[in-house]
T-cell receptor, first 109, second 112 residues
């Protein structure tokens, strides 16, 4: 079966750095996506990785290792507004997105 | 730009009744999707449409139907609602071939 695993919840301090991990087992791989979802709102696109390595976009970076079936989202200089759920999704061989359950990130002052 | 508009925002429905969730996009995206989101689970695809006039079944299609008469509209119908269909429903769209989805604000449905 297809499976995306990510921690249910993480807590971090304002101004710090946090890494959210995602491991996947899917039938085929055509890219990995990270989305941010604030409570009660719609998910919004953060990043896309299809090749191994690190993609940096401002305070957010995303890393992919296809051989290990592993990705992480790195958030630097955390702000209170970063409190949200972070969803990992993999596009499979049929070009459909398989979603993880999301990681709820709690930022404390 | 409105993006994707869903209606209603929330609804309480008696079991056995029918309901249509509306979804309209103004981005001229070819692909559209309906997902449900339940606590502790990832987004699950109900139905999708790669282009106007075509639809396909996702992971959890039973009890739901869709139509795609034109590019902009993609309604989701529950013919006879059951309590297990209580969920938050998200409509989304994307450019064909990309994985970047644009989501509507969601419709919270409670079936009693």
């Amino acid at each position: 079966g297809q499976n995306i695993d990510q921690p249910t919840e993480m807590t971090a301090t304002e101004g710090a750095i946090v890494q959210i991990n995602c491991t996947y087992q899917t039938s085929g791989f055509n890219g990995l996506f990270w989305y941010q979802q604030h409570a009660g709102e719609a998910p919004t696109f953060l990043s896309y990785n299809v090749l191994d390595g690190l993609e940096e976009k401002g305070r957010f970076s995303s890393f992919l290792s296809r051989s290990k079936g592993y990705s992480y989202l790195l958030l630097k200089e955390l702000q209170m507004k970063d409190s949200a759920s972070y969803l990992c999704a993999v596009r499979d061989s049929h070009y459909q997105l398989i979603w993880g359950a999301g990681t709820k990130l709690i930022i404390k002052p | 730009t409105a993006g994707i508009t869903q209606a209603p925002t929330s609804q309480i429905l008696a079991a056995g009744r029918s309901m249509t969730l509306r979804c309209t996009q103004d981005m001229r995206h070819n692909a559209m999707y309906w997902y449900r989101q339940d606590l502790g689970l990832g987004l699950r695809l109900i139905h999708y449409s790669n282009t106007a006039g075509t639809t396909g079944k996702g992971e959890v299609p039973d009890g739901y139907s869709v139509s795609r008469a034109n590019t902009d509209d993609f309604p989701l119908t529950l013919a006879s609602a059951v309590p297990s269909q209580t969920s938050v429903y998200f409509c989304a769209s994307s450019e064909q071939g990309t994985g970047e989805l644009f989501f509507g604000e969601g419709s919270r449905l409670t079936v009693l």
